[in-house]
């Protein structure tokens, strides 16, 4: 009898890693605007090597009353009231992501997403304070929790910038298509799967392990199931 092929709820214990980037209107959450959100999925093969999957995005409308730094917003290139820019609510916005993470978290049987970022505090940040602006009960996503790829890049390369990590895990990087949501997702999802790609043999050897420890009790409150 064949072994079964390794699932994504066992690789981070329930958690569907989500790769996230956000373009915004300044450093402050609480007042500045998000302008692009953009989640790629991860998927897991039969022989547990993780790759980026599809990507979702975005452009998002100031929320009223919203803060736009120019300095920000020169080096994100967006002009939020450009003619032909179509963008939609935060709440329409979070809705279409969101209800894209959701099916993926049923399809690969886990029991919620975690955000993954380049510092991810900012992203997560960012989504959370959408998130009750726009009054959202269901957001799949832990809300404190979050995988961040300036420290794994920084234990695996030394490097905690994206794009001289993504050199050095040689993975192709273009200065030009930078600062795009989607493309800073796409890339730190490449380098979130090439990390653990590289590190699969520590986590084969720490499952071999925990199979004859002690079972501990699970301290992390917020495993149970995102709301549906």
């Not at 895990?169 to 200065?175: K, Q, R, T």
């Given at each position: 009898?064949s072994a079964?092929p390794?699932?994504?709820?066992?690789?981070?214990?329930?958690?569907l890693p989500?790769?996230?980037?956000?373009?915004?209107g300044?450093?402050?959450?609480?007042?500045d605007a998000l302008?692009?959100i953009?989640?790629?999925?991860?998927?897991?093969?039969g022989?547990?090597?993780?790759?980026?999957?599809?990507?979702?995005?975005?452009h998002?409308r100031p929320?009223?009353?919203?803060?736009?730094?120019p300095?920000?917003?020169a080096?994100?290139?967006i002009d939020p009231?450009?003619?032909?820019?179509?963008?939609?609510?935060e709440a329409?916005?979070?809705?279409?992501?969101?209800?894209e993470v959701?099916?993926?978290?049923?399809?690969?049987?886990?029991?919620r997403a975690i955000l993954?970022g380049?510092?991810?505090?900012?992203?997560?940040?960012?989504?959370?304070?959408a998130?009750?602006?726009?009054?959202i009960r269901?957001?799949p996503?832990?809300?404190?929790s979050?995988f961040d790829?300036?420290?794994l890049a920084?234990v695996a390369?030394?490097q905690?910038?994206?794009?001289?990590?993504?050199?050095?895990?040689g993975?192709?990087?273009?200065?030009?298509?930078?600062h795009s949501?989607a493309?800073d997702?796409?890339?730190?999802?490449?380098?979130?799967?090439?990390?653990c790609?590289?590190?699969r043999?520590?986590?084969?050897?720490a499952?071999?392990?925990?199979?004859t420890a002690?079972?501990?009790?699970d301290?992390n409150?917020l495993?149970?199931p995102?709301?549906?």
């Amino acid at each position: 009898m064949s072994a079964q092929p390794p699932l994504m709820r066992d690789r981070f214990r329930g958690f569907l890693p989500v790769v996230v980037d956000v373009e915004t209107g300044g450093f402050v959450a609480a007042t500045d605007a998000l302008l692009e959100i953009a989640a790629v999925l991860v998927t897991i093969d039969g022989e547990g090597r993780l790759a980026r999957g599809a990507t979702i995005r975005e452009h998002v409308r100031p929320f009223e009353g919203a803060r736009l730094d120019p300095a920000s917003l020169a080096v994100n290139g967006i002009d939020p009231w450009h003619p032909l820019r179509i963008a939609s609510t935060e709440a329409d916005a979070l809705g279409n992501v969101f209800r894209e993470v959701r099916k993926a978290v049923r399809e690969q049987e886990c029991t919620r997403a975690i955000l993954v970022g380049h510092n991810a505090s900012f992203d997560l940040g960012f989504v959370n304070a959408a998130v009750a602006r726009a009054g959202i009960r269901r957001n799949p996503f832990h809300p404190f929790s979050c995988f961040d790829t300036a420290t794994l890049a920084g234990v695996a390369y030394g490097q905690t910038v994206l794009s001289r990590a993504a050199q050095a895990a040689g993975i192709e990087w273009s200065a030009q298509e930078a600062h795009s949501a989607a493309y800073d997702a796409e890339r730190t999802a490449d380098l979130f799967c090439e990390v653990c790609n590289q590190f699969r043999p520590l986590y084969q050897a720490a499952i071999e392990r925990l199979r004859t420890a002690e079972p501990a009790e699970d301290s992390n409150p917020l495993l149970e199931p995102a709301p549906e």
